[in-house]
T-cell receptor, first 111, second 115 residues
Framework: GQNIDQPTEMTATEGAIVQINCTYQTSGFNGLFWYQQHAGEAPTFLSYNVLDGLEEKGRFSSFLSRSKGYSYLLLKELQMKDSASYLCAVSRGDSNYQLIWGAGTKLIIKP | NAGVMQNPRHLVRRRGQEARLRCSPVKGHSHVYWYRQLPEEGLKFMVYLQKENIIDESGMPKERFSAEFPKEGPSILRIQQVVRGDSAAYFC?????????????FGPGTRLLVL
């Protein structure tokens, strides 16, 4: 079956660093997306990883290990506006527009 | 430079009524996707459409649900004879092309509540 796991909720302090993990077991794999979703709003694109390794984009970095079926999103210098849900989604080889979505990790930032 | 627009943002229906959800993709985008999101759950693919064509509706319930993307006008997701289990957030996304790495741009969603 298709399975994507993320922690349900995480709490971190403003200015700190947080790592949100995502593990997946899917039939076929092309790449992995991370989206940010503020409460009541649309998911917005953060990153897309195809190859193993770390991709850095400002305060946000995303890592992928295809052999381990594992990814993480790293957020540095946390700001209050980073409080949101972070969604992990896998793009599969056999259906390149049907993403498999995790349930999301709700990140709470405290001052 | 408008993004994906959806309306209404909130919709309340009684059991047995019809719900019509509208989605206007980003200008120039010809690929539209509909997703459903239940509370505390991930997005679930429902249907993928191009102008005047349903490409894949494998994620859509066989009964009561239908979708269209006419040549002119927005894409419509139609739910007939709604039941309480249809209560969810329905998101529309669009992309200029279709491909595994193609970023989808999401609308703000329509939150349907069935009483």
């Amino acid at each position: 079956g298709q399975n994507i796991d993320q922690p349900t909720e995480m709490t971190a302090t403003e200015g700190a660093i947080v790592q949100i993990n995502c593990t997946y077991q899917t039939s076929g794999f092309n790449g992995l997306f991370w989206y940010q979703q503020h409460a009541g709003e649309a998911p917005t694109f953060l990153s897309y990883n195809v190859l193993d390794g770390l991709e850095e984009k400002g305060r946000f970095s995303s890592f992928l290990s295809r052999s381990k079926g594992y990814s993480y999103l790293l957020l540095k210098e946390l700001q209050m506006k980073d409080s949101a849900s972070y969604l992990c989604a896998v793009s599969r080889g056999d259906s390149n527009y049907q993403l498999i979505w995790g349930a999301g990790t709700k990140l709470i930032i405290k001052p | 430079n408008a993004g994906v627009m959806q309306n209404p943002r909130h919709l309340v229906r009684r059991r047995g009524q019809e719900a019509r959800l509208r989605c206007s993709p980003v200008k120039g985008h010809s690929h539209v996707y509909w997703y459903r999101q239940l509370p505390e759950e991930g997005l679930k693919f429902m249907v993928y459409l191009q102008k005047e064509n349903i490409i894949d509706e494998s994620g859509m319930p066989k009964e009561r649900f239908s979708a269209e993307f006419p040549k002119e006008g927005p894409s419509i997701l139609r739910i007939q004879q709604v039941v309480r289990g249809d209560s969810a957030a329905y998101f529309c996304a669009s992309s200029p092309r279709q491909g595994e790495s193609e970023t989808q741009y999401f609308g703000p969603g329509t939150r349907l509540l069935v009483l």
